[in-house]
């Protein structure tokens, strides 16, 4: 059918008059126009990488075998000295040198004190008998909810 | 004092803050050029708030992490201490469901409303003759015991089930709800809700890598101050509810799994809840105007 349709234009003047380089301009030009286009999309893409989700992390937790070693270097780091020998009973009643130790605690074990337990850690004791209880993923139910599921399915797992 | 600030000083020059500047930019696998002065600012300004009330001598303030919305990893930018009065109060769960019940129940009317024996047409004449006919007596063809006939104890017209629990009542319950959110770790604070992107599957990716529930409650302060990104985005979500403070009720801290609250609310609430532990009974309502307070 469009070759039929070429045919019958092939005949037109218009068409002879127009030079060879311009009918193939004419042609393809839609192909020029595309290649910018997609060049601004890549561009527009890397524009923003920055809020991409990082992978969903478990709530499990092992204490590991150096953690009072580890403790006493994060001590050694926040207060600037080094940890005195009753270092355990150092009270946490300031909220600079509190916020500072538990950050970089749970920043370095992957394990952060939950809400609910931040007015009990009054001493450095408690904050390591805290770390050094394991923490186990519940049940294979919230297992599930951690790991990528299609967004249609859904988990509830009500007590 | 001086051994603290003196430590705070070595803090600034010791080479260990890059040390952990460099774990942190390990692990959020972000550009450095943004995570740097973010992260700087984070570990040497933490936003620690202190209770503006006074706290009775017995007890200790409880305490909260403050988190960020404007990143993933932001989730410990500060330290927030809350008032045991109003977020460590005894665990009343029978004012919880007092206060439920009443939320659900003051605004209902019921408009149910069936005839009675009067009010359905017809019915003024006795059918037949009281005796002779062989049947049954009877004296109008309305009664209830008739086919047709009105309804003996049925719903009568529009009822109220308006009722007002005591003002201290209800706060007490707010009181509560927030000291259950907080001890079973459904309490987040934040410290403005402002977005760094207008998408609500940002919002969904951000409780769900902070493990934060499958419904949210977002706190601000009022209306006027909401940032645009946030309104935007509750509103494409049917799980995540942004409301000011002062819509802040037992009911919808029980329906949301989570709750996240401003520090400016936190303040608010505060405020207004401890207020009614200390005040005097009104002399007259206090809807109409006074003096002392607004």
Redesign the interface.
Known sequence: MAALCVCRYAGRSWLWNVPLATRRDFWSRSRKEKEPVVAEAVEEVKRE???V??P??S?AYTPPDDLQSRLESCIN?????FPPSNWQDISLD???????L???L???LGH?V???R??QMCRVRDVLDFYSVPVQDRSKFDELTASNLPPNL?I?WGY | MLR?F???S??WV?P?VSR?LN??AE?????AE?SEPGVRAG?LD?V?R?CKHLIPAHR??????VESLR???Q??I??A?LHPEVF?TAPRLDILHQVATWQKNFKRISYAKTKTRAEVSGGGRKPWQQKGSGRARHGSIRSPIWRGGGVAHGPRGPTSYYYMLPMKVRALGLKVALTVK????D??IVDSLEL??A?PQ?LT??A??R?WG?SVLLVDLTHEEMPENVVAATSRLKNFNLIPTVGLNVYSMLKHQTLVLTLPSVAFLEDKLLWQDSRYTPLYPFHLPYNDFP
Request: proline residues 9%; hydrophobic residues 35%.
């Open positions: 990488p920055v809020l989700c990082p969903l992390r709530r780091e926040v207060l600037g000295s300031d909220g600079h040198v509190k916020f500072r538990l950050a970089h749970a920043n370095d952060a939950p809400n609910s931040l007015h859904k509830s | 603290l003196r430590a705070a070595h803090a010791r260990p952990v774990s942190l692990d959020s696998a972000r550009p943004s570990l933490p620690v202190k200790r303030p409880v305490q909260a992490w990143g993933f990893e989730e410990r500060g330290l201490e460590a907080l001890m079973q770790d309490l987040h760094p992107t998408d940002y990716e951000l769900q890598y493990h499958s």
